[in-house]
């Protein structure tokens, strides 16, 4: 074992190499953030070294999941900047390998064909002149977020909890742009598609569906802008697809394409990929029989510690600002509760201004630690919905819709 | 028009995150500046569209030697960097016989059935259980 590690070793050391021309090696294998010279943070589960990448087009650092096709994540310490993440910090997931890397605006067209009365073609300039502006703050969160820290361990990209971001959405109402196509009575469901591909013939195109009632809420949305600028290329550039409280498996990036069903979609990525068993919070035990499974939908509540971690020392006595950010999934946040004492006792935290139900919203408590040693925070939010963080983490083989109630262990000194 | 990326937008974000790890701890104060929503673009203030190019950075990282890299290399690379295997979580065989076949019947990788076996156990030995 450990010879591969130092195998692997050496060659992330020779990647960055390459990568960043050899500044900051004694950086690479420092071990964790480490100021200016970072260049590597090590996730804290077996095997989480991971390279921070700075040459990703219209990003800063992030960290590098893979590089083709790319998976970058947010590194957790821009979630305290505020609860909107920036365009240039956003994480980045991509399945298939051949993605556009020129894009044109002159002739970029977005379609909407199949069950509908008129197949609409839509130019840019069209989409923003004839429709009327609509936007949205919402929490745009990979199914696989966190995946990392399942327990057993299960294949899947390896994130931590970085795979997640909340933008302020500008753009149209996705309803408004069907409506122009007239969608066909008896049309049942929407298949949404993007310009990327995959190098082999036989790959399956990255398709995603919304039964019509959903795709028609009146929420779910077409952006063409994202905390008030254009995309980067690497979120979606010029179109990507919000749908608000649900996974972003449905957030089709560089989307060109809507195809109006009149039967249910089965196509791959519906049918065989993002599938979750149907049970609450989508826990199973591993090895578990017979489970049903059903295509990933709903995201559940979430809180975050952004502002300290776990091995931080405080001084006993002196009050102490403890933040982060939570969000309610489906549904507005309800409450965010904090404990000081491992769960034993919950008092509600201050929440932070509401940009409306789907965004991030930052809370913050006060902290006296009481005693020199070990004390366990835990934060837990509760929606609208009145649905709950669990105290256990859930488990399934896809790696999907981790929720648990989050702690860390600081230090009264 | 044309937007490229720019080297020192990178530059710039790296100081700005080094300012901002310095604070690890827990800090006092209240949040944040982040926290107002940004200016909108509106049908008044519509985005200025141009054309958007962009240079994707590429892996030269192959898979660690010993028996059954060849076949990592001309496979697995086709259609993904080699470095999403080298992060997964150490696997079984088995576990990784079943990635291996996920990657044959879902995304149509090349690699002849009589290859899978070499390959799994290949994939243990570098990063197993």
Redesign the interface.
């Known amino acids: 074992?450990q010879r591969?590690r130092f195998?692997?070793a050496q060659?992330s050391r020779?990647?960055f190499l390459?990568?960043v021309g050899g500044a900051g090696l004694a950086g690479m294998f420092g071990s964790t953030?480490?100021?200016?010279s970072?260049s590597a943070v090590d996730l804290p589960?077996?095997?989480g070294r991971?390279e921070v990448?700075?040459?990703?087009?219209?990003?800063?650092?992030m960290i590098?999941?893979?590089?083709?096709?790319?998976?970058l994540e947010t590194?957790f310490?821009?979630f305290?900047?505020?609860?909107?993440t920036?365009n240039?910090?956003f994480f980045v997931r991509w399945h298939?390998?051949n993605?556009p890397?020129?894009?044109?605006?002159?002739t970029f067209r977005l379609k909407i064909y199949g069950n509908v009365r008129q197949p609409v073609s839509l130019t840019?300039?069209e989409l923003?002149?004839k429709f009327?502006?609509v936007?949205m703050?919402a929490v745009n969160q990979c199914s696989g977020n966190s995946r990392?820290f399942f327990s057993p361990?299960?294949?899947g990209?390896?994130w931590a909890n970085g795979a997640m971001g909340n933008a302020?959405w500008?753009g149209v109402s996705l309803r408004e742009v069907l409506d122009r196509a007239g969608v066909n009575a008896g049309a049942l469901q929407v298949r949404f598609r993007g310009l990327e591909t995959?190098?082999?013939?036989?790959?399956?195109n990255f398709m995603k569906s919304l039964t019509v009632e959903h795709a028609r809420d009146g929420e779910v949305m077409i952006a063409?802008?994202m905390?008030?600028?254009?995309l980067p290329?690497?979120n979606g550039?010029?179109l990507r697809l919000i749908v608000p409280g649900w996974y972003s498996t449905y957030w089709i990036k560089m989307l060109d394409d809507i195809e109006v069903l009149d039967k249910p979609d089965d196509n791959?990525w519906m049918t065989?990929?993002y599938l979750i068993p149907d049970t609450p919070f989508a826990d199973i035990t591993p090895g578990q029989p017979d489970v049903k499974m059903v295509p990933i939908n709903r995201m559940v509540p979430r809180s975050f510690f952004t502002?300290?971690?776990s091995g931080?020392?405080?001084k006993i006595g002196k009050?102490?600002?403890?933040?982060g950010v939570a969000f309610g999934g489906d549904a507005g946040v309800a409450k965010v509760l904090f404990s000081d004492d491992a769960g034993g006792h919950w008092r509600e935290a201050r929440l932070?201004?509401d940009?409306g139900k789907y965004s991030f919203r930052?809370w913050?408590a006060t902290?006296r630690p009481r005693s020199p040693g070990p004390q366990h925070l835990m934060i837990r939010a509760i929606n609208t919905a009145d649905v709950s963080q669990p105290e256990r983490a859930n488990w399934n083989a896809g790696g999907f819709m981790r929720n648990v109630v989050e702690s860390v262990s600081?230090q009264g000194v | 028009m044309r937007r490229?990326?720019r080297r020192g937008?990178?530059v710039?974000?790296?100081?700005?995150?080094?300012a901002?790890?310095?604070?690890?701890?827990?800090?006092?104060?209240?949040?944040?500046?982040?926290?107002?929503?940004?200016?909108?673009?509106?049908?008044e203030a519509?985005?200025k569209?141009?054309?958007?190019?962009?240079?994707?950075?590429?892996?030269?990282?192959?898979f660690?030697s010993g028996p059954g890299a060849d076949v990592a290399d001309s496979q697995c690379l086709?259609?993904?960097?080699?470095?999403?295997v080298?992060?997964?979580?150490?696997?079984t065989k088995d576990?990784w016989r079943s990635?291996i076949q996920k990657m044959r019947s879902?995304?149509?990788?090349?690699l002849p059935a009589e290859q899978v076996d070499a390959l799994s156990e290949y994939l243990q030995?570098?990063?197993g259980r």
């Open positions: 074992m591969f195998m692997r060659l020779r990647q390459k990568g953030w480490s100021g200016a970072a589960f077996v095997n991971r990448a700075t040459n990703f087009p219209q990003k800063g650092p590098l999941q893979r590089t083709r096709p790319p998976l590194p310490e821009v305290d900047q505020g609860v909107f920036p240039d910090r298939l390998a993605i890397t020129i894009i044109d605006p002159a840019l300039d923003v002149r009327e502006p936007e703050a990392g361990r299960v294949a990209g390896q302020l500008t995959g190098i082999l013939p036989q790959t399956p063409y802008a905390n008030g600028e254009p290329l690497l550039y010029p791959f065989k990929a502002n300290v971690q931080a020392t405080l009050p102490t600002t403890v933040r932070g201004p940009h930052q913050d902290l600081i | 490229k990326s937008g990178s710039l974000a790296a100081s700005a995150i080094a901002l790890l310095a604070v690890s701890a827990a800090t006092g104060g209240s949040p944040t500046a982040g926290d107002s929503p940004p200016a909108k673009l509106t049908k519509p985005p569209w141009a054309i958007l190019s962009v240079e994707l950075p590429v892996s030269n990282e192959i660690p086709i259609c993904h960097s080699a470095g999403m080298l992060r997964q979580p150490p696997l576990q990635e879902a995304y149509g990788a090349l030995r570098i990063n």
